[in-house]
């Protein structure tokens, strides 16, 4: 029965949505929907402070919407995997992984084809992080925990090409940055 109601309500609205959208095409120079898909380069938290190797890789996924042309919302997607490996003896090696999910913003600066932007999100990362102290329970389980962070974010967009650099603000030094390159698919001028 539910089927049956909702079907039409969602026909309804389909061809209510694409007659706002035919009236305002020539308001608009970018497509509303955009998928960014990025990798990169990621660097925990506190990596400084020992030798060694400090870094990681990231993978992003970011489906988008733009308000107007110069403002875009998204859900941000994103697994991150850094190790901190030190080679003196003196501190300890761990390794950290981070799957986000987080609500975007992005306000871009221009609209000609060179787009630097800023931005700015927030939502849930689950982080599971493993030290060479670290004992592993008989099941073989490693400790993760699910915390509320934050990220900000500056890069520029040259027609499909997306170049961004974040910060991941999370807590108990889960935090990491993210030099990231990818593409648009989508988005592009009208």
């Given amino acids: ?45 506190g990596a400084g402070k020992t030798s060694g190797t400090k870094g990681g890789a990231l993978f992003a996924i970011e489906p988008k919407y733009a308000v107007i042309d110069a403002l875009t919302v998204g859900l941000r997607i994103e697994a991150a995997v850094t190790a901190n490996i030190d080679q003196t003896g003196n501190s300890s090696s761990s390794a950290k992984g981070n799957l986000s999910y987080l609500l975007t913003g992005d306000y871009y600066f221009s609209n000609k084809k060179f787009r630097p932007f800023g931005g700015a999100g927030a939502g849930f990362f689950t982080t599971a992080s493993v030290t060479d102290k670290t004992i592993i329970n008989s099941t073989g389980d490693i400790p993760q925990s699910t915390k509320f962070g934050f990220m900000a974010r500056t890069g520029f967009e040259y027609g499909h090409l997306r170049f961004g650099v974040e910060y991941n603000f999370v807590a108990d030094n889960a935090g990491y940055l993210g030099i990231k390159l990818g593409a648009c698919i989508g988005g592009g001028r009208k």
């Fill in 1 to 45: 029965m539910k089927k049956i109601i909702l079907m039409p309500i969602m026909f309804i609205s389909f061809l209510v949505t694409q007659a706002q959208e035919k009236k305002e095409t020539g308001t608009r120079t970018f497509k509303k929907f955009k998928t960014d898909v990025s990798v990169g380069y990621a660097i925990q938290q």
